[in-house]
């Protein structure tokens, strides 16, 4: 019985994930390109309200160290 309710379970978040993944693209970053750095890995665990900032950016990537692990920069803006 256990089981049977497991298994359901577990074909039932399955589903779930395969409907709301369904229209995401996988985007390929390279050197060069503009991201914006989720806030919740460095400060934002730290500082805690409803107006924390969710992103902080724009950075550059500078060079890739692994699969989905970056070394950024912030770009330097030139003034017209």
Do not use: C
Not at 60 to 75: A, N, Q, V
Request: hydrophobic fraction near 35%; charge should be positive.
């Amino acid at each position: 019985m256990r089981a049977d309710v497991y298994l359901s379970e577990t074909i039932t978040w399955i589903r779930i994930t395969q409907f709301s993944n369904h229209k995401v693209k996988e985007r390929l970053l390279k050197k060069g390109d503009m991201v914006l750095r989720n806030m919740e890995a460095t400060i934002k665990g730290e500082i805690q309200g409803k107006f924390t900032l969710n992103w902080d950016g724009p950075y550059m990537i500078m060079e890739e160290m692994g699969p989905r692990t970056f070394r950024l920069t912030r770009p330097k803006y030139q003034e017209p």
